[in-house]
């Protein structure tokens, strides 16, 4: 996900289109609307990974936000929260049927989501790849109360449109229902309804009586989707082009409204494809996403074993006893280093008598201690050490190019990262975020972490890597939250000079109110 806008969401009317970078950081006064932002990801990812009789899960494992309208802005009438994404690569996630195999989309194609989302239902769904735009309606019930293919209704007649509200999809899969008798339905393909559609266009169009549907059938599967440029340019050069269709077709042009309506019907035969692919960006997405809450676990002084194996930490790092204790003796080895070179610190285990403690190493001065002895910010720190060390792992495995994984790109949402920590631990923290995001980028993933935090000296630290060169201005985006008197937040965005200088940055923005 490279850009997100949330409208209607508590003091959130409008973020407006928020770019989301590498690093992002969210500042502002407390109750100022950043909370609600940083915790819409693992909303997204709470009500990806459970079966929902709602569009959102407000109550879930990671965040509570009440129900859909304690989550409703009070500021607005029309009671729908709307969620915008925006991709700028879809690379590797069109793995569309294999009967379709012209569904080619370059690499660096991009994908616009937008939902509407209703109390009970989704309302709507916005959905854009290669500037071909589709605009599906629901009713109460969940089926399709009008379509749109670029701005054009697509004409039912006899004929309505159903979804399949069994498949537990953010945006479920549509039909066309055939009328049998009084209120009886038949289901049958939406491909199947456009490819004919467009059959019956072409042949009272551009071609002549005796021109065989399997001739203009082969010449539309030989078109590969794409944009409305794109796609009438291959239409001029195609090489399958019949004799029939190539006079006619050679005097088109692009502005015609005879092409614009081959182009829509062109789209409805991908329909199915596009809202899979939405469906895989999303769903990937919201499972990728970490979330580290504001308040971390309480360190014990000993841990009953359990023979778990444990791939990743929760939200308070409440298993990150049976976390360590897991690796293997080499990634125990990887961890130390890694923790050595950046901290000087090591977080170990103690095996005792079926239990295991949680011991810190002080390498500067040769002492080790119980967690559970030392200051309250080690164990607040820890989850987010480990959750970092963990992403930046290249784990991936081989597979057959059938089996192949979707691309892995990671978010966290760290709430307070700072907490309990003296400003020079602040400090080496984002020396650390730094130093992960930078490696990250000779891999063949990516990662993004977005975090709030009141901490000028974080804010501070930032600059001073932009200036040494250690960090690239662009690769942060630095979001300030304000909320005027009618509790509407609005969202502004300070970004660094190649000096590491803050550019829109308000005066005194750390400051006591009225000093």
Sequence with gaps: MDKIAIRNLRSLKDTGDIELKPITVLVGRNSSGKSTFLRSFPLLKQSIETNTAEPLLWFGNYVDFGDFDTALSRNTTNKIIQYKFVYNSIKGFFRTRLRLRNFSIKTNSSCTIILDIGEKFLKKAILTICN???????????DIKNLKINESNVQLNER??????????????????????????????????????????????????????????????????????????????SKNLPSTLSKNIDNLKIDDSDFEKFNNLFVGIYIMDIIDCANRLMTHDSEQIKYIKPIRFNVERYYRIQGLNIEDIDSRGENIPMFLHSLSLKERTDFNKWTKNIFNLNFLIDNISGHVSLIIKDLKNDVTFNLADVGYGYSQILPIIILLWNCQRNKRKRHPIFLRPYPKNITLAIEQPELHLHPEFQARVIDLFVSVINEIKKKPFSLKIIFETHSETIVNRLGYLINKHKLKPDDVNVLIFNKDINNVASVDSATFTEKGKLQNWPLGFFSPEGI
């Design 160 to 237: 309505k449109l159903v979804c399949d509200k069994d498949n537990n999809q953010v945006i479920p899969d549509i039909y066309y229902a055939d009328l049998y008798e009084k209120n009886i339905y038949l289901r049958t393909s939406i491909r199947n309804f456009f490819k004919d559609k467009l059959n019956k266009f072409i042949l009272s169009k551009w071609a002549f009586n005796n021109t065989k549907i399997s001739t203009i059938e082969k010449f539309i599967s030989e078109l590969p989707f794409s944009d409305i440029n794109t796609l009438f340019a291959n239409i001029k050069k």
């Design 132 to 142: 071909q735009t589709i605009e599906i309606e629901y009713n109460e019930k969940q």
